[in-house]
């Protein structure tokens, strides 16, 4: 017999929805009725200050602006005197009367009135140095058509400053912080007669750090004091130096200081738990002097900006620029502060005449910086930065009870239904405009958070189970108004009326599967919000290139970007490698890139590197030339990451640089012939020593080394032009160049073919490895008028073309030698399991004859071994190439 099934209750579940929605219909009216009677009379709105999308700010130019400026230094008191240039007679006030306008777009006017309002309750810091300073003040005197504020600073030191505007509650304050990391001043003097100072580059400045979770907004910023002489510590040791003149202290450079510190900051505020507010990071200022630096004579005398086709970003500035942006977006990506770029480089760099110059003191005042062409004047272009910063603080606003809402900081509206259907993310609006009515009866779950009081209130209106969810904050102070606050009490006492009467267990539904116990913890999961994922490691693509691409033949092509590290930039180039330093008048051999055939290279990218071999080893096995493919590899990896030195000894021969954040590491194992070899004279039929070359036996040194690694590049050939004599199984069997009776000379061709094919061979058989090899070709040297030895040199100073030279002698040999010799290894290693690779440069390099430092490898005056070097690479230079090379074959 079936069993029998109860009928369904339809009319009590029917009254009771009818009662309910009554109900939450009569609430609603009501709190519609409240919310036009009470709140829309204290509500003022501001449009949003949304731009366009094609709106870039940190580019444009500098256009007339007849109403500028918007305050002079007698209706601001808080201008620095050494700003103050209209105070102290300059003549032009031109530079007055411009506005910067982006690209794509015009920006808002600067509204005193309504940047007060946005910021009402909050406070701000301002941290860095003087330029810091610069711009806290040019932000006072914008405000001063407002309101004034008060002084509340604990001390009378300008670096350490705390304003404070009453009517607003709104706070701004200075630290001074030039370095952003602890530092302490070493030596008054120094040996630029600006001071020597102690940086210590992995602990952050607590001056500022300790006070951060006291601010709303945070403007950072660093630069200019980077160029002071210091001393540079890490984990309480001195690890190198800039222009210390110390003895056995490395010059590491002032790029490597600035990048470390500017990390550390930065790492210091996501890191900081207790700090809930917004970070701005303002990008380097750059200074225009001219016709000296800024302590020997260095002025800026122009009247008017440039164009923004009539200069470029370059030298330190550049490079200050660029480690700024890289070291900025990897903080951004870091789960924890917000972080905004507040890009004003490009901008104030269009900018030479805004500056101080001579206008900054009385004409008869000795000071110490005669020609101020850092700072900038008040008023003056500065004024742009705070005009930005409105303009970020800004954006898609509503503002009630003098409260401004910025709708970029609200928490995001996240709709998403409890069953199948669409979903999708939206922004929050502020009460005032919520069509409550029609959301209650369309069945959404309506949630709302007040802040009263520094309480949090919130409610729940459970709907219907299958309906949208959706969470709506609402942001109101009682400042103490009475009409306020009567809102606030009938508000609360709103919401828990609908509370108690609606809040009950739901009916099961005859027509639905659904159990109550699902809807409750669906119901339960919408007033608990879990917070958003970290963002996801960066994903790159794998590089290709066309099947008919050949990248071992090609022409070196124009490239304006070039080059993408500097001597300023890289403290691992090798002296003799370091042409800038030492005084190469024609810069143009760096302004090239190799353009295989059929197909052009991607850029080096050297976090897209970094990642490739995150967890992993590279070793460099040869001689001189292997020791400078890779200084040109941490070279560029320096735009990311500066390695540490774990090497074992001091011998620059054998290193062995740690990338921590990577967790990688590079060897390099110095290995002239790559099999055994021992210098049985000092001296040698031509001075250059002679050895004796075991050539069935590879060099212990680096093979017993290999399992170590994931990769290992070899390369081979300047060394076997020494005089040699040649052994195998302990016995000679021949020699180059030897002079010594009853001894074949069999040639340096012989020596090379055979100690190249021990190397591979060893590889080859070497059981448990498992990594991939890459041989790279022999790289030409280009002396004329004489042999290396004997007075040649190279001096051309532009590459060849294609139809120009060809490879031949002692080059060509060698070439084919190692092509040959790899084929064989190659089909080996193959049915071992060991990948090998050709790194062929040697078409590439041919044609650069202008790449080598020839005689600026040292001083001019220095005695040196080789005078002319025509073997090794300027770095930066076109050996760079080579790990463009390599970086494509890793990310295949």
């Given at each position: 017999?079936k069993?029998?099934?109860?009928?369904?209750?339809?009319?009590?579940?029917?009254?009771?929805?009818?009662?309910?929605?009554?109900?939450?219909?009569?609430?609603?009216?009501?709190l519609v009725?409240?919310v036009?009677?009470?709140?829309?009379?204290?509500?003022?709105?501001?449009?949003?200050?949304?731009?366009?999308?094609?709106?870039?700010l940190?580019?444009?130019?500098?256009v007339?602006?007849p109403?500028?400026?918007?305050y002079?230094?007698k209706?601001c008191?808080?201008?620095q005197?050494?700003?103050?240039?209209?105070?102290?007679?300059?003549p032009?006030?031109?530079?007055?009367?411009?506005?910067?306008q982006?690209?794509?777009?015009?920006?808002?006017?600067?509204?005193?009135?309504?940047?007060?309002?946005?910021?009402?309750?909050?406070s701000?810091?301002?941290?860095?140095?003087?330029?810091?300073r610069?711009q806290?003040?040019s932000?006072?005197?914008?405000l001063?058509?407002v309101e004034?504020?008060?002084?509340m600073?604990?001390?009378?030191?300008?670096?350490?400053?705390?304003?404070?505007?009453?009517?607003?509650?709104?706070?701004?304050?200075?630290?001074?912080?030039?370095?952003l990391?602890?530092?302490?001043?070493?030596?008054?003097?120094?040996?630029?007669?600006?001071?020597?100072?102690?940086?210590?580059?992995?602990?952050?400045?607590?001056?500022?750090?300790?006070?951060?979770?006291?601010?709303?907004?945070?403007?950072i910023?660093?630069?200019?004091w980077?160029?002071?002489?210091?001393?540079?510590?890490?984990?309480?040791?001195?690890?190198?130096?800039?222009?210390?003149?110390?003895e056995?202290?490395?010059?590491?450079?002032?790029?490597?200081?600035?990048?470390?510190?500017f990390?550390?900051?930065?790492?210091?505020?996501?890191?900081?738990?207790?700090?809930?507010?917004?970070?701005?990071?303002?990008?380097?200022?750059?200074?225009?002097?001219?016709?000296?630096?800024?302590?020997?004579g260095g002025?800026c005398?122009?009247?008017?900006?440039?164009?923004?086709?009539?200069?470029?970003?370059?030298?330190?500035?550049?490079?200050?620029?660029?480690?700024?942006?890289?070291?900025?977006?990897?903080?951004?990506?870091?789960p924890g502060v917000?972080?905004?770029?507040?890009?004003?480089?490009?901008?104030m760099?269009l900018?030479p005449?805004?500056?101080?110059?001579?206008?900054g003191?009385?004409?008869?005042?000795s000071?110490?910086?005669?020609n101020?062409?850092?700072?900038?004047?008040?008023?003056?272009?500065?004024?742009?930065?705070?005009?930005?910063?409105?303009l970020?603080?800004?954006?898609?606003?509503?503002?009630?009870?003098?409260?401004?809402?910025?709708?970029?900081?609200?928490?995001?509206?996240?709709?998403?239904?409890?069953?199948?259907?669409?979903?999708?993310v939206?922004?929050?609006?502020?009460?005032?405009?919520?069509?409550?009515?029609?959301l209650?009866?369309?069945?959404?779950?309506?949630?709302?958070m007040?802040?009263?009081?520094?309480?949090?209130?919130?409610?729940a209106?459970?709907?219907?189970?299958?309906?949208?969810?959706?969470?709506?904050?609402g942001?109101?102070?009682?400042?103490?108004?009475p009409r306020t606050?009567?809102?606030s009490?009938?508000?609360?006492?709103?919401?828990?009326a609908?509370?108690s009467?609606?809040?009950?267990?739901?009916?099961p539904?005859?027509?639905?599967?659904?159990?109550s116990?699902s809807?409750?913890?669906?119901?339960?999961?919408?007033?608990s919000?879990?917070?958003?994922?970290?963002?996801?490691?960066?994903r790159?693509?794998s590089?290709r290139?066309?099947?008919?691409?050949?990248?071992s033949?090609?022409?070196w092509v124009?490239d304006?970007?070039?080059?993408?590290?500097?001597?300023?930039t890289?403290?691992?180039?090798?002296?003799?490698?370091?042409?800038?330093?030492?005084?190469?008048?024609?810069?143009?051999?760096?302004?090239?890139?190799?353009?295989?055939?059929a197909?052009?290279?991607?850029?080096?990218?050297?976090?897209?590197?970094?990642?490739l071999?995150?967890?992993?080893?590279?070793?460099?096995?040869?001689?001189?030339?292997?020791?400078?493919?890779?200084?040109?590899?941490?070279?560029?990896l320096?735009?990311?990451?500066?390695?540490?030195?774990?090497?074992?000894?001091t011998?620059?021969?054998?290193?062995?640089?740690?990338?921590?954040?990577?967790?990688?590491?590079?060897?390099?194992?110095?290995?002239?012939?790559?099999v055994?070899?021992?210098?049985?004279?000092?001296?040698?039929?031509?001075?250059?020593?002679?050895?004796?070359?075991?050539?069935?036996e590879?060099?212990?040194?680096?093979a017993?080394?290999?399992?170590?690694?994931?990769y290992?590049?070899?390369?081979?050939?300047n060394?076997f032009?020494?005089?040699?004599?040649?052994?195998?199984?302990?016995?000679?069997v021949?020699?180059?160049?030897?002079?010594?009776?009853n001894v074949?000379d069999?040639?340096?061709?012989?020596?090379?073919?055979?100690?190249?094919?021990t190397?591979?061979?060893?590889?080859?058989?070497?059981?448990?490895?498992g990594?991939?090899?890459?041989?790279r070709?022999?790289?030409?040297?280009?002396?004329?008028?004489?042999?290396?030895n004997?007075?040649g040199?190279?001096?051309?100073?532009?590459?060849?073309?294609g139809?120009?030279?060809?490879l031949?002698?002692?080059d060509?040999?060698?070439y084919e030698?190692?092509?040959?010799?790899?084929?064989?290894?190659?089909?080996?290693?193959?049915?071992?399991?060991?990948?090998?690779k050709m790194?062929?440069t040697?078409?590439?390099?041919l044609?650069?004859?202008?790449?080598?430092p020839?005689?600026?490898?040292?001083?001019?005056?220095?005695?040196?071994?080789?005078?002319?070097?025509?073997?090794?690479w300027?770095?930066?230079?076109?050996?760079?190439?080579w790990?463009?090379?390599?970086?494509?074959?890793l990310?295949?």
């Amino acid at each position: 017999m079936k069993p029998s099934y109860a009928v369904k209750p339809p009319l009590r579940r029917q009254q009771n929805g009818h009662g309910v929605g009554k109900v939450v219909l009569l609430s609603a009216v009501v709190l519609v009725l409240l919310v036009k009677i009470f709140l829309l009379p204290y509500t003022r709105r501001y449009p949003p200050l949304g731009l366009p999308e094609n709106c870039d700010l940190s580019k444009g130019e500098w256009v007339r602006d007849p109403d500028a400026p918007y305050y002079t230094n007698k209706t601001c008191f808080t201008i620095q005197e050494h700003q103050n240039c209209m105070k102290y007679g300059r003549p032009d006030l031109d530079f007055l009367k411009w506005r910067w306008q982006p690209e794509g777009c015009d920006l808002p006017r600067f509204d005193a009135a309504w940047f007060l309002h946005l910021v009402t309750g909050k406070s701000m810091a301002f941290v860095g140095d003087s330029l810091a300073r610069n711009q806290m003040q040019s932000l006072m005197c914008l405000l001063s058509g407002v309101e004034r504020p008060q002084d509340m600073s604990d001390s009378k030191d300008d670096n350490f400053k705390r304003m404070f505007y009453p009517t607003y509650r709104f706070t701004i304050s200075i630290f001074w912080s030039p370095f952003l990391v602890k530092a302490q001043l070493a030596d008054t003097d120094g040996p630029n007669h600006t001071g020597l100072w102690n940086l210590y580059l992995d602990e952050v400045d607590e001056k500022w750090a300790s006070q951060l979770h006291k601010f709303d907004y945070v403007i950072i910023s660093d630069g200019n004091w980077f160029t002071r002489p210091s001393l540079f510590y890490e984990q309480k040791k001195l690890v190198g130096c800039h222009y210390c003149l110390i003895e056995n202290v490395t010059d590491l450079t002032l790029h490597y200081s600035h990048r470390m510190a500017f990390r550390t900051a930065l790492r210091a505020i996501n890191g900081l738990a207790s700090f809930k507010g917004k970070v701005l990071v303002r990008s380097i200022s750059p200074s225009h002097f001219e016709n000296g630096e800024w302590n020997k004579g260095g002025n800026c005398k122009r009247k008017r900006p440039y164009r923004s086709n009539e200069t470029t970003l370059e030298s330190l500035d550049r490079e200050f620029y660029e480690q700024q942006l890289e070291e900025f977006r990897q903080a951004e990506r870091e789960p924890g502060v917000r972080m905004r770029l507040l890009d004003t480089t490009q901008a104030m760099l269009l900018r030479p005449d805004g500056h101080p110059s001579r206008y900054g003191h009385s004409i008869h005042e000795s000071v110490a910086m005669y020609n101020d062409c850092v700072h900038w004047c008040l008023p003056g272009p500065i004024d742009m930065w705070n005009q930005l910063l409105f303009l970020m603080l800004g954006e898609r606003t509503e503002c009630a009870f003098g409260v401004c809402v910025n709708a970029a900081e609200l928490p995001h509206v996240v709709c998403t239904p409890m069953r199948n259907g669409p979903s999708f993310v939206g922004r929050a609006k502020s009460l005032p405009l919520l069509p409550l009515p029609s959301l209650l009866r369309h069945g959404f779950v309506v949630e709302f958070m007040m802040y009263w009081w520094d309480a949090t209130i919130v409610a729940a209106l459970p709907m219907k189970p299958h309906a949208y969810r959706l969470r709506i904050w609402g942001y109101h102070h009682a400042h103490g108004n009475p009409r306020t606050l009567l809102f606030s009490i009938l508000l609360i006492l709103l919401v828990l009326a609908i509370i108690s009467c609606c809040n009950q267990p739901p009916l099961p539904s005859y027509n639905d599967e659904r159990s109550s116990s699902s809807s409750s913890a669906s119901s339960l999961s919408s007033s608990s919000p879990s917070p958003p994922p970290p963002p996801p490691p960066p994903r790159y693509p794998s590089i290709r290139l066309p099947r008919d691409c050949d990248i071992s033949q090609g022409e070196w092509v124009r490239d304006p970007d070039a080059p993408y590290y500097t001597n300023l930039t890289c403290f691992t180039i090798q002296e003799h490698q370091n042409c800038m330093k030492y005084g190469r008048p024609d810069m143009d051999f760096l302004r090239w890139r190799w353009r295989p055939a059929a197909c052009e290279l991607p850029r080096f990218d050297a976090s897209w590197f970094l990642e490739l071999v995150r967890g992993k080893s590279l070793a460099f096995v040869g001689d001189s030339l292997a020791r400078n493919h890779m200084q040109s590899l941490m070279c560029l990896l320096s735009k990311v990451e500066y390695p540490k030195d774990i090497s074992n000894t001091t011998d620059e021969n054998f290193k062995r640089m740690f990338y921590t954040a990577y967790n990688f590491t590079i060897s390099t194992f110095w290995s002239p012939f790559l099999v055994k070899a021992q210098e049985a004279d000092t001296d040698g039929p031509n001075h250059t020593g002679l050895w004796n070359l075991y050539l069935d036996e590879v060099d212990d040194t680096w093979a017993s080394r290999i399992r170590e690694f994931d990769y290992v590049i070899i390369s081979d050939g300047n060394w076997f032009t020494r005089p040699a004599m040649f052994y195998e199984k302990g016995v000679i069997v021949g020699c180059h160049f030897c002079l010594v009776d009853n001894v074949t000379d069999l040639t340096l061709r012989y020596s090379h073919r055979m100690a190249f094919r021990t190397a591979l061979r060893a590889i080859t058989e070497l059981d448990g490895f498992g990594g991939k090899v890459f041989l790279r070709t022999v790289s030409p040297s280009h002396f004329e008028n004489g042999e290396w030895n004997k007075g040649g040199n190279c001096v051309r100073t532009r590459p060849f073309r294609g139809n120009e030279t060809r490879l031949e002698g002692l080059d060509l040999e060698f070439y084919e030698a190692q092509v040959e010799e790899f084929r064989e290894a190659e089909s080996v290693g193959r049915a071992k399991g060991v990948e090998l690779k050709m790194l062929d440069t040697t078409r590439a390099m041919l044609l650069r004859p202008d790449g080598h430092p020839s005689r600026y490898g040292h001083w001019a005056h220095e005695n040196v071994t080789l005078y002319n070097d025509c073997v090794h690479w300027c770095l930066p230079g076109p050996i760079d190439m080579w790990n463009t090379l390599l970086f494509l074959m890793l990310g295949e």
